[in-house]
Structure formats: C-alpha cells, structure tokens
C-alpha cells in the first residue's frame, strides 16, 4: 500500500529495504503504544497514511534532501523525522522533544533499522533556539501540529539558517494560520514562500504545507523563555 500511495502521490519510489523498515516501524509503534500514549492512529491504513505518507509530503516542497540537516521540533512519536530518514538515508535528521520516553522510542527504532542518519535532543524548543551547536544551524526546520503558527515560528525559525526554511504542517486552518503569524515571522526573520495544498488518499479534507523562507538572522532576544511563546505570542 505505501509504495503505491508514494508513488502515486509523491512520485517517490521506495525501495524494498525501506518498504520493510516502514513495516517494522508500524509494528514498533503499534507495540510501544500499549505502554505508553505515543498516537491516537492505530488502524494499518491509517497508520500508512496519516503517518508515514503525510510525514513524507515535503517532497513537495523540499527538491532534494541529500546532506541536509533538519530538525522536527515536537516529534511525538517521530513524524515527519523518522519517516523522512528512512525514505531518505543521505538526510541528516535530529529529533527534539521535550518528553524522554517519546524519544526513548525513536531511539529504539534508529537502533532496530539502523538508522545512522537520525539522533534526538531531548530539551525545549526555546532552550534549544539559544543554543549554539542548535541555533541558525538546520536547512529545514519542521513540525507537525505542534503549536498555532505565531508560537510555531518563535520554536522554528531561530534554528533554521539564514537561506534555510522552515516548513508548518497545518490543517484546513492554514491561510488564516499564515495571516496570524505574519508579525512573528517577520519579527523572526522569515518571509512567508508559498502554502502548498496536499492531498491524501482516504481523507476527505487536504493537509497544507506552509513554508517560509529564513531571509535574515534572528534577533538575539528570540526566543524568549520557555512557555512565553505561548503565554504571549508575537501579534
């Protein structure tokens, strides 16, 4: 179903060794969220598409992602970063969280599918925007309904590069999304590049991939302490 579901939709081409691991990363998951709350999406198919083939619709915007480095900022479980890593081997992929356990699983599946390209940083998304080794040093910066967009964009855009992007997983909300945060992404550095409209297999209503340029560096202030982003988003 997946190789199907990619090719048809994303004109990717999985190859069998990666089919397999997508498999045996369902199984983890499905495994691991007896004991643990890692996702709601538990049917097969679901799992397939809301999962693996939503994670891997950045191809959409992303041309090629050989020897990039990206970060996913509230991974959960580890979409979009582990399906992105496995899908493509040459990616550098870092996982952030700031719940242990979550990141407890990616680790056992980078260890079950040996994945060499994938580590996780278990920490805030605040505190890791001020960190050198983290901060304007990814080319892609993701997540996937982590945040409403103007609190988004104070975790993202201070670890992208400056000519990198960060990339907002949203949902039917997505015009308005970009509409409210167009202050924190100027405030931030970014310019808003395109919205790009994606549909799945199964699902009546598309998903949306909004995507915004980091045109300039960050100011130093950003971001601020952890939970003020939230508290008191850049309007």
């Given at each position: ?15 069998v060794r990666q089919l ?164 924190a992404i100027d405030a931030l550095g970014g ?45």
């Amino acid at each position: 179903m997946l190789a199907e579901y990619t090719r048809a939709c994303l004109n990717l081409e999985l190859s069998v060794r990666q089919l397999a691991q997508f498999e045996v990363l369902g199984d983890m998951l499905l495994d691991w969220n007896q004991r643990m709350n890692l996702t709601s999406i538990t049917a097969p198919e679901d799992i397939v598409v809301k999962h693996f083939l939503d994670s891997l619709t950045l191809v959409k915007v992303v041309p090629q992602f050989d020897r990039l480095r990206l970060i996913d900022v509230g991974t959960g479980a580890g979409f979009p970063g582990l399906a992105l890593a496995i899908a493509f081997p040459a990616l550098n992929v870092t996982l952030l969280d700031s719940t242990a356990k979550k990141l407890r699983f990616i680790q056992s599946v980078g260890e079950e599918l040996q994945l060499k390209n994938v580590r996780t940083i278990h920490v805030r998304a605040e505190d890791a925007g001020r960190d050198k080794s983290h901060r304007a040093s990814y080319d892609i910066a993701v997540a996937r309904a982590v945040a409403r967009l103007p609190i988004l964009m104070e975790y993202l855009l201070p670890l992208a590069k400056p000519e990198g992007q960060v990339i907002a997983m949203q949902g039917m909300t997505a015009y308005d999304d970009a509409n409210s945060a167009a202050k924190a992404i100027d405030a931030l550095g970014g310019e808003l590049f395109t919205i790009e409209e994606v549909l799945l297999p199964t699902l009546d209503n598309p998903r949306y991939l909004i995507v915004i340029d980091k045109i300039k560096k960050t100011p130093r202030q950003y971001p601020r302490q952890p939970g003020t982003p939230t508290r008191d988003p850049i309007q």
